[in-house]
C-alpha cells in the first residue's frame, strides 16, 4: 500500500507525488483493466469486446496496438477502456495497488484548509488528519493503515489432521488458492491437484475447487498435492 502524508498549506505536493508514481508505473486505487491481447501468426488485429466501448473507437484501439509492433493478435475487452488501459496492458509492468493519504498539521490548519486539501485529493480515497507535533490522530492511523491493507485469515488443514483455528494465514483479500499455494511453498502450485473449501466462499462445506478459486475471510483450506 502507498501512504501519502502531505501538508494542507502546500496545493501542490500530492499531484506531484502522485505523477511521480505514475510515472514509474503505479495505478493506485485502480482495478487493473480487463484487457487480454493475445498475438497471432495471421488475421491482424481483431477487436472483441463484451461491452459497449465509449471512449475508443476499434480503429483507434488497432493503432495503439500497432504503434507497440504488433500487426496480427486478438484482443478481448471486457471493460469500456481507455488509452491508458491499452498501453499499460501492453506495457505489462504496471503495479495496481492501494493508496491512502494523511493529511498532517491539523493543530495549525483551518477547517477551510482542511476543505481545500480535501478537494484536491481523489474522490473516494480514504483519507486521515492527523498532528504529528500534537500526537493528534496518530494513534489512530496504526487502524487506518491496518483496514486499508485489507487483510483476510485463512485457517489451514492439512489432509487427515485437523484445522489449525489458532493461527491464521494472513493474507489479501484478492487471495486466490494459488496466491496462498505460491505463499506457503514454491513446489505448490506445481504440485497442486485440488483443494477444499469450508468457509464464506464457498457453495458447500468442503468445496472441490481449483487455484482459481477466490477465497474469503475465515475460509478453511485444505490443499491436496500430488505425490512425488
Known sequence: MVLYVVDPFQESHFDILDRELWMAGMRLNQAEPQVFITRTKRGGIVVRSTVK???LS????QGIIRSFGIVSA???????????????TLAGNRIYNRAVVV???????????LERTRK???EGWPVLEVSAKTGEGIENMKDF???????MSIFLKPQGQEADMI???IVKDTSTVRDVCA???????????YARVKGPSAKFDWQRVGLDHQLSDGDVLTIILRKS
Open 167 to 169: 493461527e491464521p494465514l
Open 58 to 61: 476499434e480503429e483507434e484501439i
Open 74 to 88: 486478438t484482443v478481448t475487452l471486457r471493460t469500456d477502456v481507455t488509452d491508458d488501459h491499452i498501453v499499460d
Open 53 to 55: 466501448q465509449t471512449n
Open 145 to 151: 493503515i491496518f483496514d486499508n491493507l485489507h487483510f
Open 103 to 113: 493529511v498532517n498539521k491539523i493543530d495549525l490548519a483551518t477547517e477551510e484548509d
Open 120 to 122: 484536491m485529493l481523489p
Open 183 to 193: 505463499k506457503l511453498h514454491r513446489d505448490f502450485v506445481r504440485k497442486f491437484r
